[in-house]
């Protein structure tokens, strides 16, 4: 079993459509959780970035952490084209530096 | 501020020759990872460089090496390559100091390995 679960999709959503993207994780010690977002040959790009559990939002994007169930999820508010994308979810300890444990990815298409 | 960049895009390899990958991380950061990323896979840690040591490897044989330069610049290398090494190699980028729990990491755009 991977420590980061994640439906790699493809999820395929209309234009304005609320997207729900979520990952599970089986390592208790990761403290802090982020999300990505790859465009098809590029390299990832960090979306959201949280520590512990909680939520946060940022313009269209909120990342939420639920450490009790080992779930996150980042939800997308009126999803455009441009936001078809491979998501990532990424996790890491308090004391592993920067080492970055990701999810295998899904692959969201929204469709004009 | 420059971003992170990585040389060569596309490199195509046969099995058991050795190759060189090169990242020139962000400006002012002093921290550089790699991570291999296999199609439809999300990237995989390999290891990470502070200051010209490594801090910290992941699960990948010894095969694979790497360096950090003053400039804070990065090589990969890989010697004796097989068919499974054929990945998007991502370096990433970041400004801390040890034990910190993490910090936003830039990545470039990758270098693109086919082993034949």
């Known amino acids: 079993q991977k420590e980061v679960e994640q439906d790699p999709g493809p999820l395929s959503v209309p234009e304005g459509a609320i997207v729900s993207l979520n990952c599970t994780y089986s390592?208790?010690?990761?403290?802090?959780f982020m999300w990505y977002r790859q465009y098809s040959r590029k390299g990832p790009e960090l979306l959201m970035y949280t520590y512990s559990s909680g939520n946060k939002e940022d313009g269209r994007f909120t990342a939420q952490v639920d450490k009790s169930s080992k779930y996150i999820s980042l939800f997308i508010r009126d999803s455009q084209p441009s936001d078809s994308a491979t998501y990532l979810c990424a996790m890491s300890g308090l004391n592993a530096g920067n080492m970055l444990t990701f999810g295998g990815g899904t692959r969201l298409m929204v469709k004009p | 501020e420059t971003g992170v960049t990585q040389s060569p895009t596309h490199l195509i390899k046969t099995r058991g020759q050795q190759v060189t990958l090169r990242c020139s991380s962000q400006s002012g950061h002093n921290t550089v990872s790699w991570y291999q990323q296999a199609l439809g896979q999300g990237p995989q840690f390999i290891f990470q460089?502070?200051?010209?040591?490594?801090?910290g490897r992941g699960n990948f044989p010894p095969r694979f090496s790497g360096l950090q330069f003053p400039n804070y610049s990065s090589e990969l290398n890989v010697n004796a390559l097989e068919l499974d090494d054929s990945a998007l190699y991502l370096c990433?980028?970041?400004?801390?100091?040890?034990?910190?729990?993490?910090?936003?990491?830039?990545f470039g755009p990758g270098t693109r390995l086919t082993v034949l």
């Open positions: 990433a980028s970041s400004s801390e100091g040890r034990d910190w729990g993490t910090d936003t990491q830039y």
């Open positions: 460089y502070y200051r010209e040591e490594e801090n």
């Open positions: 390592n208790s010690a990761f403290q802090y």
